[in-house]
């Protein structure tokens, strides 16, 4: 029975979405009424995917999750989050690794917005590895990519490194 509480905001880059993050998401939708999945973008910044093939991918790879609404935002993530009322910001954390840098944004973020809180989701045991630069590196090599992300992303993937 998910907790009744507002839109929770999962924010990251995406680029490319993993298997990590659609299972991050799938276990926080059962959690939360309703949660936004938030690319964070800087138009001045390279990415390998552009913000619209992202959230494609995180359309098709969420189609079979009713209350997941796939969005982009520059800017403050927590800006974002006062601009769609979402009091929640959901983070993932694979390993002690990713502690030292999601502490530092936790605390700015709640500098910046103390109303809102951030709230970590521990990933898959089996997902402890994965990271959007890792799988890049894994289809550069020309390995088989399609045990870490969605088809769609394998295939764009694919597509990308064979050019
Ligand atoms: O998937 P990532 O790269 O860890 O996502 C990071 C992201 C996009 C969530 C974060 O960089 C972000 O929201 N940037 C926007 C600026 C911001 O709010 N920074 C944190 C407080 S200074």
């Known amino acids: 029975m998910p907790v009744e ?3 929770a905001v999962y924010g990251g880059s995406f680029d490319p979405p993993t298997y990590g993050h659609i299972d991050l998401i799938q276990r926080a939708c059962k959690t939360f ?4 999945v938030g690319i964070g973008y800087n138009p001045n910044k390279r990415a390998t995917f552009t913000v619209e093939e992202r959230l494609e991918f995180l359309r098709t790879s969420l189609a079979d999750c009713p209350n997941v609404t796939c969005d982009a935002y520059t800017g403050l993530l927590v800006d974002y989050c006062r601009s769609i009322g979402a009091r929640v910001i959901i983070r993932g954390l694979r390993a002690v690794a990713d502690f030292e840098y999601e502490f530092q944004m936790a605390l700015a973020n709640r500098d910046l917005a103390p109303e ?4 970590f989701l521990i990933a898959a045991t089996d997902k402890l590895f994965l990271s959007s630069s890792v799988v890049k590196e894994i289809a550069s090599c020309g390995r088989d990519i399609t045990p870490y992300v969605p088809p769609c992303v394998a ?9």
């Open 5 to 7: 509480t507002r839109t």
């Open 116 to 119: 809102i809180e951030t709230m």
């Open 33 to 36: 009424s309703h949660v936004t």
């Open 155 to 163: 295939q764009a993937l694919n597509a990308r490194y064979s050019e």
